[in-house]
């Protein structure tokens, strides 16, 4: 099956720098990559996500790029306020035969300092 | 849109009883339906997956006599936690499998078992 890592575990920022999340995935056959923001006692809350045939993709101050070669696709917040402090968690979603399960990274804890 | 309903949004139990978690499809019909379980602190992980019509499909090490996943309708899955133990705390969460032609996920709203 799919296995997604995802680095770091922890990640603390100054307001106003950029922080960036990485993650690797096993099977090729995955074609979806969502990242997703979980707040304290909240489920998680899409925010941006991008599809096998796109490289990169902007949303604002988030942007998520995809290497297929690599098996790779990581997250970038730029210009971090303390409200992007959460847990964020990338993801991998195969159309082939596990019938478009979702696959969770393990997490990355985002904290920006003041 | 997919909306997802689950119920309840939390419960608190006694060790030794079971607490059905239940999982519908407003607006659109789910023949599968996937249930993950969240510890504090850790990721989403796959527990099972409900079909519509079959027995449901257990990941690795997740016991299928304690969870007892039924799909009853093309609208509905259940999750029950039979003799729920401290250890079964956690937070579970419904989410049906995106469609072929809709790359997004639909989550449900999640519930935060605690069992005391």
């Known amino acids: 099956g799919e296995n997604v890592e995802q680095h770091p575990s922890t990640l603390s920022v100054q307001e106003g720098d950029s922080a960036v999340i990485k993650c690797t995935y096993s099977?090729?056959?995955?074609?979806?990559f969502p990242w997703y923001k979980q707040e304290l006692g909240k489920r998680p809350q899409l925010i941006i996500d991008?599809?096998?045939?796109?490289g990169e993709k902007k949303d604002q101050r988030i942007a998520v790029t995809l290497n297929k070669t690599a098996k790779h696709f990581s997250l970038h917040i730029t210009e971090t306020q303390p409200e992007d402090s959460a847990v964020y968690f990338c993801?991998?979603?195969?159309?082939?035969?596990?019938?478009?399960?979702?696959?969770f990274g393990a997490g990355t804890t985002v904290t920006v300092r003041a | 849109g997919a909306v997802v309903s689950q119920h309840p949004s939390w419960v608190i139990c006694k060790s030794g009883t079971s607490v059905k978690i239940e999982c519908r499809s407003l607006?659109?019909?789910?023949?599968?339906m996937f249930w993950y379980r969240q510890f504090p602190k850790q990721s989403l992980m796959l527990m099972a997956t409900?079909?519509?019509?079959?027995?449901?499909?257990?990941e690795q090490g997740v016991e299928k006599d304690k969870f007892l996943i039924n799909h009853a309708s093309l609208t509905l899955s259940t999750l029950t936690v039979t003799s729920a133990h401290p250890e079964d705390s956690s937070f579970y969460i419904c989410?049906?499998?995106?469609?072929?032609?809709?790359?997004?996920?639909?989550f449900g709203s999640g519930t935060r078992l605690t069992v005391v």
């Open positions: 989410i049906p499998p995106r469609r072929r032609d809709n790359y997004g996920y639909t």
């Open positions: 099977d090729s056959a995955s074609n979806y």
């Open positions: 993801a991998a979603s195969s159309s082939g035969f596990n019938d478009y399960k979702l696959s």
């Open positions: 991008i599809r096998s045939n796109v």
């Open positions: 409900s079909n519509e019509g079959s027995k449901a499909t257990y």
């Open positions: 607006d659109f019909q789910a023949t599968t």
